[in-house]
């Protein structure tokens, strides 16, 4: 019998067997004092993979954005993003409460904000106005269906937030599959930002984990932050060994790509959906004769499971549990539905 194919979400995935075993035989220690060297490792190693000074182990993807917003604002303080992005829509209205700040999104549904979409909003020469101090970017841009941020128009929003005096953050979730996709390396990627967040268990199969980098200094005062916020861990070297191997896969993720695309390039040939070219392994799809509930429920119907992402929107995620079989089984699918 065919198994369920789950393409809700990359975070859906199991640890193999592999990591299991390494958790289970895991050097640990103390980490709040700084005791586990199974969590200094994969610190070193992610700050060597982002060519930065220092990195921070963290529960959470958001714990990393939201420790990277406090250490660079001031209650009050206006921090720039784009309306697409995770920050913005997903977060539960963490920056407002956690930092005291308000954000202001700009650009258009692509995620991809252009240098004068920043520029044409810093503000804080007056008294009442608030003061812009962050600009943050994604990458990939979830939102906008795992598109690329490219590293040029990265650079160039940089350099007009740099002439500003602001600083910058990467909410690199899935940065992975932003260099699988480009050849560029990560550490390309990341030079431009003060920080950047990067998460374990989305597309490399870790149960959970995500490190924020940046200068020592910088990931220093986010140890107080993460402590503050009650994420220092024990003997989280147990997660942290997961998170090394995790690191691995990294390398392997053209495959999701690979399979998200032949998964879009089918669904293109039906008349019931519009789909956005996947350039990693998010593909957004729009229902043109139905609601995306509706087609939702027959996919689950048929074991093939995908989250709604607006009214006529669906999401599919490819990652590291879904094989070619999978891929198969769900074409299978798709023509006794559409075709
Ligand atoms: C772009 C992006 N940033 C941050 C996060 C938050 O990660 P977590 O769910 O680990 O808090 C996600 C989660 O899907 C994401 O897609």
Redesign the pocket.
Known sequence: MQQIVDLRSD?VTKPTAAMRQAMAEAEVGDDVFGEDPTVRRLEERVAEILGKEAAVFVP???MG?QIALALHTLPGDEVVLAERS?IFHYESGAPGQISGVQLRPVGDETGILRASDVEDVVRGAFDWEPRTSLVCL?NTI?KAGGLVFPLEAMREVAEVARARGLALHL?G??LWNASAATGTPEAAFAAPFDTVSV?L??GLGAPVG?LLAGSSSHIHEARRLRKRLGGGMRQVGILAAAGLLALDHRHNLGSDHARAKTFADALAGYSAFRVVPPETNIVLFDTLEEDAEAVLMKLENESVRVVPFGPRTLRATFHRDVTDNDVDYTLEALQRLFG
């Open positions: 975070t959470s993807g958001v954005n995770h994604e979830n909410d979730a899935r998460c268990s989305k995500s």
